[in-house]
């Protein structure tokens, strides 16, 4: 008996013993984070922003907008073909005169193919004739949207001598008073045809060939701020105020042109308050009447004291023109009273 209670007792011992060896062992469960784990970059492979690689390749890829449909190099542009409402004209930043020649950005043009006619010695020549102007011309003066704006000559213009005929010459430009140092500005984009010196008139001077296919001259300057062929932005300061040449103190002579005739430079601003009328000037053969009626004969009587030399200047002709017209040698003796052909 006490034999079966221990052979009962090591049988149960042995089959608990193999329960728990064969008992399945579960793995115990863990709940995954769904979210991402965020990446630290390396410092090492950060990159900046490099601001002067994106403004060279915004430029390489819009240079060509100049000559978009804008342009025929196989032919040479009359002022009518310009297209004077559209002032798209993308930024160059490289810009240098070579004779009669510009350079924007590395690719030549001939300055006369693209402005109609270039000339950093003469104001006017265009030779354009207003007498048989018959067209409409509508210049649009700046836009924003394009990137292109306008400015005043000065931060004041306050005139003291207006276009028109004075006393014995046509006056064709504006006069805006100044302190002798003032700086002047463009007044629309472009760029500087003439920098120069007239002795017995404007004195210092420079002349704008703007976007919209105008000029604007600046005269009896104290000293230059540009170069030939520099390219401007309206507001920039081209120069500084003075009382050099024919002038009685220190102001700005201010022009206006259209093929390199002058305009009433009030037809634009209005100076009283130092703003544009418009943003589109209408250039028609009334604008042009002042010249037309110019350019009729004239016939000045000699006075005391005077010779071909102060009657040139006076007229603002030369000496040879006047001798031609008349028949005449520079070393002619004149006569008080003597009529003589100006023009």
Request: net charge positive.
């Amino acid at each position: 008996m006490g034999i079966r209670i221990i052979i009962l007792i090591v049988t149960l011992n042995l089959c608990v013993g193999f329960s728990e060896a064969c008992a399945q062992i579960f793995p115990k469960i863990i709940k995954k984070d769904k979210t991402p784990p965020v990446k630290v970059p390396d410092a090492r492979n950060l990159q900046t922003f490099d601001v002067e690689e994106y403004l060279y390749n915004l430029r390489k890829g819009t240079d060509s907008l100049i000559y978009q449909d804008r342009v025929d190099l196989r032919r040479r542009l009359s002022a009518v073909s310009e297209d004077t409402l559209t002032l798209i004209w993308a930024p160059t930043h490289q810009l240098a005169q070579v004779s009669e020649k510009i350079q924007i950005d590395s690719i030549w043009i001939t300055a006369y193919e693209y402005y109609s006619s270039w000339d950093s010695q003469r104001i006017d020549s265009y030779g354009f004739d207003p007498k048989g102007f018959k067209d409409t011309v509508l210049i649009k003066l700046f836009d924003p949207f394009h990137g292109t704006n306008w400015s005043s000559p000065l931060k004041e213009t306050k005139i003291n001598s207006e276009f028109g005929f004075r006393r014995y010459r046509w006056h064709h430009g504006t006069d805006l008073d100044l302190n002798r140092g003032d700086p002047v500005y463009s007044v629309f984009d472009g760029i500087v045809r003439m920098r120069s010196y007239d002795r017995y008139g404007y004195g210092y001077y420079v002349v704008v060939r703007h976007k919209n296919g105008l000029e604007t001259l600046y005269g009896h300057l104290s000293k230059y701020n540009v170069e030939i062929g520099q390219e401007v932005k309206a507001g920039e300061v081209i120069a500084y105020g003075g009382s050099t040449g024919r002038s009685t103190g220190p102001h700005l002579h201010f022009e206006v042109r259209y093929q390199g005739l002058s305009i009433n430079p009030t037809e634009l601003f209005d100076f009283s308050v130092g703003r544009l009328k418009n943003s589109v000037y209408t250039v028609t053969s009334n604008s042009f009447e002042h010249i037309i009626k110019m350019r009729q004969a004239v016939y000045h009587r000699v006075r005391s004291g005077e010779n071909l030399s102060v009657i040139a200047n006076r007229y603002r002709t030369s000496v040879r023109s006047i001798t031609r017209l008349n028949n005449i040698s520079s070393k002619s003796i004149l006569r008080v009273g003597q009529r003589l052909r100006i023009r």
